[in-house]
């Protein structure tokens, strides 16, 4: 982890050329090959390409106007009015020191803007980030006489961002980004067949409990060692590390989570360490031993019936999941048709769900072999 106690403020009007983009009407172009930036926060901002000259050279970063999310551009391109250019000066900017300010940027601006507050040309002159400085040979923070880069002439460390990127970048080391963005499985043209899938409620799969309920007001942090989850669609759900409470059970890594209201109603995870849940958070237990990928594979079964059939404080999962909420299921077949469990553990038919094949369509995904 980056120790960054010892870096400085750095504002991007000192950095950067900042400029605004050009909107084109669409009948002044048509497809191409020339990026056109927009300020989506996806496809590195890139909503299409055109047959226009660009107006900005590469080796650039974006940023839209309403989350501020940055990217690094390397082609040359045109990009919106709603869009932020920053072409350095006083510096030459590689693509490794680019890509690192851009995530610098993303870590610490994107949650300060929305529709309402967007970040336009003239608050983006006003951003300051931190970045490591540089320091001389004998580990004294290294000073320009007429503070370019900060009032108190610091320097950023630009030859540190072009090593920590060229490390997270090496194919050759295991734990590096280039290396996790690779997969075996290229195909991309697996067809699943739905058809004979059969329904399986989902309490016959799982034990399912309610969880903690805690609230996040009776937490504390002095001595954390526990996840806590709550209902929230990222971070797999954990929204803190906590205190252990006294009374209270904790839930073992590999249980399953669920959101049973709110924005995030369906929100499903697979936990990987032990985990108190706050309230309206359902903890689901398999029934029968089953692999990452299976687990994987059911829980978005469990988010795509929820976007269909379930709507946050309309018609929340509380008093659904343990009652009558179903999915449908790969079911185990032999040369007679389908293989019946008399004693109809997982269903009041007797299917028996196919576990393996599960498993088999979730490795066998693009980088289904990266999990």
């Known amino acids: 982890m980056l120790n960054t106690n010892d870096w400085a403020d750095f504002c991007l009007n000192d950095l950067f050329e900042i400029s605004a983009g050009k909107y084109y009407y669409a009948d002044e ?7 056109y930036i927009t300020a989506s926060a996806i496809n590195n901002g890139i909503a299409k390409r055109i047959n226009l000259q660009p107006d900005f050279k590469g080796n650039a970063i974006t940023t839209g106007k309403v989350g501020c999310t940055a990217f ?30 851009t995530s610098i940027i993303n870590f610490s601006e994107n949650y300060k803007w929305t529709y309402g507050r967007q970040c336009r040309q003239q608050n983006s002159k006003r951003i300051i980030i931190k970045l490591p400085k540089a320091l001389d040979e004998n580990g004294n923070p ?41 997969t075996k499985n290229i195909s991309g043209n697996q067809k699943i067949e739905t058809s004979d899938w059969q329904e399986f409620y989902l309490h016959k799969l799982f034990d399912i409990t309610m969880g903690n309920g805690i609230d996040s007001n009776k937490t504390t ?24 409470m006294e009374g209270e059970e904790t839930f073992p890594a590999g249980a399953m989570t669920v959101a049973l209201g709110g924005s995030f109603l369906g929100s499903c995870f697979i936990q990987k360490k032990p985990f108190y849940t706050a309230q309206n958070v359902a903890v689901m237990k398999e029934k029968v031993t089953l692999s990452i990928f299976t687990k994987l594979f059911i829980s978005s079964l469990v988010r795509h019936e929820c976007k269909v059939k379930y709507l946050a404080f309309g ?14 299921l790969p079911v185990i077949k ?24 599960m498993e088999s369509i979730v490795t066998d995904l693009p980088y289904g072999d990266r999990i």
Not at 75 to 96: G, H, L, Q, R
């Open 29 to 35: 172009y048509e497809s191409g090959v020339t990026p």
């Open 315 to 328: 018609r929340e999962l509380n008093s659904h999941i343990r009652k009558d909420f179903t999915i449908k």
């Open 334 to 357: 032999d040369e007679n048709g389908f293989v019946r469990d008399e004693e109809k553990v997982f269903s009041e038919d007797g299917y028996l769900p196919d576990w393996q094949l």
């Open 72 to 101: 690094y551009q390397k082609e040359a391109f045109c990009a919106t009015s709603d869009v932020n250019i920053f072409v350095a000066k006083k510096f030459k900017m590689t693509p490794n020191i680019g890509v690192f300010i």
């Open 221 to 244: 942090d002095f001595d954390p060692k526990i996840n806590y989850v709550s209902r929230d669609s990222k971070g797999n759900g954990v929204v803190g590390f906590i205190d252990k």
């Open 142 to 182: 290294l000073l320009n006489i007429n503070s370019n880069y900060n009032p108190h002439g610091y320097v950023p460390d630009f030859q540190f961002m072009e090593d920590y990127m060229a490390i997270i970048l090496n194919d050759n080391e295991n734990s590096s980004i280039g290396r996790t963005l690779k």
